[in-house]
């Protein structure tokens, strides 16, 4: 492959008080997280509360998107249901708009599921997608979805549908499995979900990141997942970060680098973090990188 993934901020969503999104609001921040070298934004990801947002919300914003000038290629969406049908129904949405890529997670309401289980899901999603199906980004965030992606099962499936399966994020913070993706699959886009392996997992192969410290700090995940250069202050802030629910936490930096409070707010079940928190997890940012603080 000559074309590298890259860099993709994982894009997070602001809700007003009464629940809507402000998609001006989130169109800004997109436009800031690719002027300053993201070669893409996800929406409707982990960070982006992608699983409550309804159809008709994210079909307005995709609309949105397009219509303020943002290049679909850019693009990446997000796609974390249960139902084969609701999976193939939000992917041809996208698709249909030209996104770059569906990043798509495995069903999590049932657990202790097979591989072959899953295989069947992801084969079901894919031929109600026909002809349409591309650019498909399998999602492995097992501490999320309580479902592991076997190294096995995303080899079988990349041989089952090879120009529909073409890459895989890992966010499940184990190295070992990390190491083995990158080992087994060579031939597929392996992005580094969890910041403090990304730039070893680069050296080793991968091809970038779907970052949600992206939002915040573009400038050095960049470096971290286009040119594998290490940054200690990213890894260390991501563990004070796994200290909080890690998608308000996030939310409560990108307010503190924007200086705009409406990303403190987030979509039930998630609760806000609280005043007390938030100024831990500024004071944390802060000691790492004063030269970013608002």
């Given at each position: 492959?000559?074309?590298?993934?890259?860099?993709?901020?994982?894009?997070?969503?602001?809700?007003?008080?009464?629940?809507?999104?402000?998609?001006?609001?989130?169109?800004?921040?997109?436009?800031?997280?690719?002027?300053?070298?993201?070669?893409?934004?996800?929406?409707?990801?982990?960070?982006?509360?992608?699983?409550?947002?309804?159809?008709?919300?994210?079909?307005?914003?995709?609309?949105?998107?397009?219509?303020?000038?943002?290049?679909?290629?850019?693009?990446?969406?997000?796609?974390?249901?249960?139902?084969?049908?609701?999976?193939?129904?939000?992917?041809?949405?996208?698709?249909?708009?030209?996104?770059?890529?569906?990043?798509?997670?495995?069903?999590?309401?049932?657990?202790?599921?097979?591989?072959?289980?899953?295989?069947?899901?992801?084969?079901?999603?894919?031929?109600?997608?026909?002809?349409?199906?591309?650019d498909v980004i399998v999602y492995n965030i097992p501490s999320v979805t309580m479902v592991a992606l076997s190294v096995d099962l995303i080899g079988r499936l990349h041989r089952a549908f090879p120009n529909v399966v073409t890459g895989v994020k890992d966010s499940s913070g184990d190295w070992p499995y990390t190491q083995q993706l990158l080992k087994d699959h060579s031939d597929l886009i392996i992005l580094i979900g969890d910041e403090r392996h990304l730039a070893q997992g680069v050296r080793l192969g991968g091809q970038g990141a779907i970052s949600g410290v992206a939002n915040f700090l573009p400038h050095e995940v960049r470096a971290m997942a286009v040119d594998g250069v290490d940054d200690k202050r990213v890894q260390d802030l991501v563990v004070e970060l796994l200290k909080y629910p890690v998608t308000p936490a996030v939310k409560v930096l990108v307010s503190y680098v924007t200086g705009e409070t409406i990303w403190h707010t987030v979509r039930p079940p998630l609760v806000s973090i609280s005043a007390e928190n938030r100024k831990k997890i500024e004071a944390a940012f802060e000691s790492l990188f004063s030269s970013q603080a608002a």
């Open positions: 492959m000559t074309v590298k993934f890259g860099l993709s901020a994982a894009l997070t969503t602001p809700f007003a008080q009464n629940g809507d999104i402000d998609v001006a609001a989130m169109i800004a921040q997109a436009k800031r997280s690719l002027a300053a070298g993201c070669n893409s934004v996800t929406l409707f990801g982990t960070t982006g509360e992608g699983s409550s947002i309804g159809n008709r919300e994210r079909n307005e914003i995709l609309a949105a998107f397009v219509a303020a000038g943002i290049n679909p290629k850019n693009l990446v969406a997000g796609v974390l249901v249960d139902s084969t049908q609701d999976a193939a129904d939000q992917a041809s949405e996208a698709l249909q708009a030209g996104v770059r890529n569906i990043l798509l997670a495995p069903p999590s309401y049932f657990k202790n599921v097979s591989d072959e289980g899953l295989f069947e899901w992801f084969s079901s999603v894919f031929h109600k997608l026909g002809n349409a199906a591309r």
